[in-house]
């Protein structure tokens, strides 16, 4: 295949990129992959199998569980304990975090925070998914089990995260810290290859993307900036275009690529917002960052955040640069 890159190559042809080099991050990384890769087949026939709709269980978050959800839990977990790099895990699935037990895991160096199945909701209507990870080194000593505190480091202590999207392609982005690159995968070679490289969100966009149902729970300054959104005004293009798809992957991928803001804030029904700081928030923080966007909650960065609970939630405002400290000029 000449001119391609897969995946794998461009990870290996980076490995001086991360800090913690020795393969770590390719078997980490492959494991991630292997079990995406695994996700995508059955995200890619749920109408057929007997696995789209929901369990009768509840997860932490009071969300009927869909059976995609669990499957891909599963998947991610059984990649990971399997692979021996990672100590352990915690995800939006499972109530505590998971310590791999074996003698090989316990000499793991890294966690992941994931959400296996996001946005999973939109299965039976075929919309978009995605899967969001992240990685950190652990605190814990080497050959113990991970620690709690291994899971409630800051976003800015990651080493590594990214995101799959099921969607018209799926494709899956990350970053190490050394910008973000994006690789489709291509189903006649079962790899992902380069598509992507460098992405940098633009500093400007005309996309607002934000659940409006719930303006009137909403703060005066994000009433204000979305006023500011629908006013017209040629010089600056607006109004701007509404475009929400309630799968966070989706929303935060074409803004990535076309520019946009994402708002998910605080209001007085959730006074912390909806999404979830470890394996939602801090991972798109990382790779928005990356980008040249901007990541907040409104009143500080998303990655500088001391987590205090696995599920903690907190606003979540990203995109575009210019878009963002605008609405920020509003708090
Ligand atoms: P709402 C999906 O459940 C999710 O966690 C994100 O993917 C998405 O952005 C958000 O919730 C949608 O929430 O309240 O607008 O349906």
Redesign the pocket.
């Known amino acids: 295949m000449s001119g391609v890159k897969t995946l794998s190559e461009f990870i290996i042809e980076r490995q001086d990129d991360f800090p913690f080099a020795s393969g770590e991050l390719t078997r980490l990384l492959n494991d991630i992959v292997i079990a995406s890769k695994i996700v995508n087949r059955e995200v890619n026939k749920a109408g057929l199998a007997d696995i789209l709709g929901a369990t009768t269980q509840e997860n932490i978050q009071g ?1 009927i569980q869909q059976k995609l959800d669990v499957y891909a839990d599963d998947q991610f977990i059984a990649a990971l304990r399997n692979g021996g790099e990672a100590c352990g895990i915690a995800s939006e699935e499972n109530d505590d975090f998971l310590a791999f037990e074996s003698l090989r895991s316990r000499e793991g160096k890294y966690i992941l925070s994931f ?1 296996p199945l ?5 299965i039976d209507v075929n919309v978009s998914i ?1 899967t969001i990870f992240s990685i950190y080194r652990r605190e814990s000593e080497v050959g113990t089990l991970a620690k709690e505190a291994d899971f409630l480091q800051k976003g800015e202590n990651q080493v590594a995260a990214g995101y799959v999207i099921y969607g018209s392609s799926t494709m899956l982005v990350y970053t190490t810290g050394k910008g973000v690159n994006g690789f489709t995968l291509d189903p006649s070679i079962g790899e992902f290859c380069l598509s992507h490289p460098n992405m940098m969100i633009p500093k400007n966009g005309t996309i607002y993307s934000m ?1 409006e ?2 303006m009137s729970y909403c703060s005066d300054a994000i009433k204000n900036y979305i006023a500011y959104c629908k006013e017209v005004d040629t010089e600056t293009k607006r109004p701007y275009s509404a475009r ?8 935060f991928h074409r803004n990535m690529i076309k520019g946009g803001i ?1 708002i ?1 804030p605080e209001t007085t029904k959730a006074v912390n917002g ?3 700081l470890q394996y ?1 928030c801090n991972p798109m923080a990382f790779i928005m960052e990356q980008a040249g966007g901007i990541a907040h909650t409104g009143t500080q960065r998303i990655m500088e955040i001391q987590p205090t609970e696995l599920h903690q939630r907190v606003p979540t405002i990203m995109g575009s640069s210019n878009m963002v400290e605008k609405l920020l000029s509003y708090y």
């Open positions: 969300e959400d996001d946005g999973s909701s939109n995605g659940n149902g719930n929400y798809i309630g799968s966070m992957v989706a929303d994402f998910y909806k999404l979830r939602e």
